[in-house]
């Protein structure tokens, strides 16, 4: 955006239902982005922990939205297995 916003964000699980979430956001569930210059946006960065529940894959997504009605969703997968 061509000005400052800032984001929320939350991890679900990829398939909607509620339940345990194997990705943990660490640190503040929201996050500010300067006014971007160009098309190009602004880089920003989010920490999330892996800690999975079970063994196996799973899938959560990542979404940060804003006020102005900005949305971005990204997949997140893991996989664990047994020592």
Same mark, same amino acid.
């Given at each position: 955006?061509?000005?400052?916003? &800032? !984001? &929320?964000?939350?991890i #679900?699980?990829?398939?909607?239902?509620?339940?345990?979430?194997?990705?943990?956001?660490e640190?503040?569930? &929201?996050?500010?982005?300067?006014?971007?210059?160009?098309?190009?946006?602004v #880089?920003l960065?989010v920490?999330?922990? !892996?800690e999975? !529940? &079970?063994?196996?894959?799973?899938?959560?997504v990542?979404?940060?939205?804003?006020?102005?009605?900005? #949305? !971005?969703?990204?997949?997140?997968f893991?996989?664990s297995s047994?020592?």
């Amino acid at each position: 955006m061509k000005k400052a916003v &800032t !984001y &929320t964000i939350k991890i #679900e699980r990829a398939d909607g239902v509620p339940g345990v979430v194997d990705f943990k956001l660490e640190g503040n569930p &929201t996050i500010p982005a300067p006014a971007a210059d160009s098309f190009k946006g602004v #880089e920003l960065s989010v920490n999330i922990k !892996y800690e999975p !529940y &079970t063994i196996g894959d799973s899938r959560s997504v990542i979404k940060l939205t804003c006020p102005e009605g900005l #949305e !971005y969703n990204c997949l997140l997968f893991g996989r664990s297995s047994a020592p």
